[in-house]
T-cell receptor
Framework: SQTIHQWPATLVQPVGSPLSLECTVE??????LYWYRQAAGRGLQLLFY??????ISSEVPQNLSASRPQDRQFILSSKKLLLSDSGFYLC????????????FGQGTRLTVV | AQRVTQPEKLLSVFKGAPVELKCNYS??????LFWYVQYSRQRLQLLLR??SRESIKGFTADLNKGETSFHLKKPFAQEEDSAMYYC????????????FGQGTELSVKP
């Protein structure tokens, strides 16, 4: 069966520090991968998605970047965190663009102080 | 603009009462609509989608294109239904690229 792992679960980082959140999927190949963020009082917003290794699409302008160095690995990064980067980050995968069911990780609660 | 609106942040009902979680959307085209649910300390997961036309855990949702709504309903709420519910939409061939509403927290009291 397929599983998705996301870590860490919680993170407190100072303003200006770098960020790296990692997500891996097991049990499937060539998944579509996604990073979502939920800011306080708002719904989940799609940040990035990837349909293959090295292929990243950004949905909103922001201070973050994403990379997909391996087929089942998706990384969310920042060189210098801002206070506004605080939020709940969710990684997700789907089988392909035709299959619209998304499977989510446990999420990372990021607090920038 | 593409948007999903869930007007209620919190909905509180008593066990056995009917429940309706509202969802309205704005989308130019024919979207696919979903309800996702997150129970306490669990992952966000798919509850149901409009194309399946099925009842899951007693919940149903009908897509009303005229009113651009996709309300989630259950005739008799149970305490285990307490959770965070998100309405979401996806365009054709968009995979897991979902537009989510703000979410509604459902609290079912004994």
């Amino acid at each position: 069966s397929q599983t998705i792992h996301q870590w860490p679960a919680t993170l407190v980082q100072p303003v200006g520090s770098p960020l790296s959140l990692e997500c891996t999927v097991e049990g499937t190949s060539n998944p579509n991968l996604y990073w979502y963020r939920q800011a306080a009082g708002r719904g989940l917003q799609l940040l990035f998605y990837s349909v293959g290794i090295g292929q990243i699409s950004s949905e909103v302008p922001q201070n973050l970047s994403a990379s997909r160095p391996q087929d089942r690995q998706f990384i969310l990064s920042s060189k210098k965190l801002l206070l506004s980067d605080s939020g709940f980050y969710l990684c997700a995968w789907s089988r392909d663009l035709k299959n619209t069911e998304a499977f989510f990780g446990q999420g990372t609660r990021l607090t920038v102080v | 603009a593409q948007r999903v609106t869930q007007p209620e942040k919190l909905l509180s009902v008593f066990k056995g009462a009917p429940v309706e979680l509202k969802c309205n959307y704005s989308y130019s085209g024919s979207p696919e609509l979903f309800w996702y649910v997150q129970y306490s300390r669990q992952r966000l997961q798919l509850l149901l989608r409009h194309i399946s036309r099925e009842s899951i855990k007693g919940f149903t949702a009908d897509l009303n294109k005229g009113e651009t709504s996709f309300h989630l309903k259950k005739p008799f709420a149970q305490e285990e239904d307490s959770a965070m519910y998100y309405c979401a939409l996806s365009g054709g061939n968009q995979g897991g690229k979902l537009i989510f509403g703000q979410g509604t927290e459902l609290s079912v009291k004994p």
